[in-house]
């Protein structure tokens, strides 16, 4: 299907507000798409809506208000569900205050703020999210959705459980933030069951997840042969930019717990790369702004990145002259460093002594 627009906003309206086939205010679907509260205890268990071959589906959801033209009109929510055999859209009036049935799903949520300001209630505690803000929430997690008197656009995803698994095991950033990532949003009952993204530092992250859920919301709503295929491989690139790219909320603990993982991969990739690495390419890898390679490694070693790889190379120059008898300029080749006045003097510097002394020397110790 062609559009005339190429934002996720025009999208999301075009999806609530404009399809031709609006559903009766009474149909039963309209409770599945935003069920006002009716009870202060009750909570629901919201299912996976869709046949288990269809493994992630597209809630919208368009608040409007048209107070400034029509006072004392009352707001309406504008809601549209996808992939479905027939577009549709649903709308409900609703008073300022207006609060969903406490509930939780059977699937994993993300719920994206494409226009405005979105708040909900996550484990009896009121949160706002702001525009580019994401939401992922597990399953059993109990929450409320605040409906908005003021305009905003909200993108909800349900993934099922075997694709959410399946995303994690595709490897989709460096393994251990994954891992963690994982264990901290479907493992750590007892200190989470939420986790809070907002854009980081990278300018660019913010615009290409938004693109990549437009490209997302499109092959859902068209519903074309092969769509299923193209979502998965959308979803691996959301949840590699919000897995490396964006900043999310933690514990304390978590985010030391994170911050530790983070350095060791990033360490990890240097000694393996430690000859050629530089920072541009620790960029291209991980997704991180150059300044924060400096400031963690700054955090966790007390040297600068700089300072760090010539630590490393160093290391590896001072192993292999005491277990190969491969000679000083090969070592000096091997460690990265083609100026071999300049390997001496700072090999000097660290070690007290040449590269040819430190070897006889080790000899005899």
Known sequence: MKYSFSTLSDLCTYITTLETHPLPACHKLGLRLVCPEYSKSAHEVKTYPLPPKERIFALCWSFVSDDDLIPQTLPILHASLCPAPKAFCYRLSFHTGTKTQLHTHDYIELAYVVEGEFRQRILGRDIIFSKGDLCMIDKNCLHQDYLSDRPATILFLGIANDMFSEIMDENVAAQKIISFLQSALLKQKDLQQYLHFRPGSDPGAADELEYCLFLLLKELHDNEIGFSYICKGLLLRIFRIIGSRYDFSLSKEQRNTMNWIIFEEISDYIKRHYATVTIQELVREFHFHEDYFNRIIKNKTGLTYSAYVQQIRLERAA???????????????????????????????????????????????
């Open 319 to 365: 192993h292999l002259l005491t277990t190969t008898n491969k000679s000083v300029d090969e070592i000096t080749e091997l460690a990265g460093y083609h100026n071999k006045g300049y390997f001496y003097k700072i090999f000097q510097s660290r070690y007290g002594t040449t590269p040819s002394k430190y070897r006889i020397d080790s000899q005899y110790s």
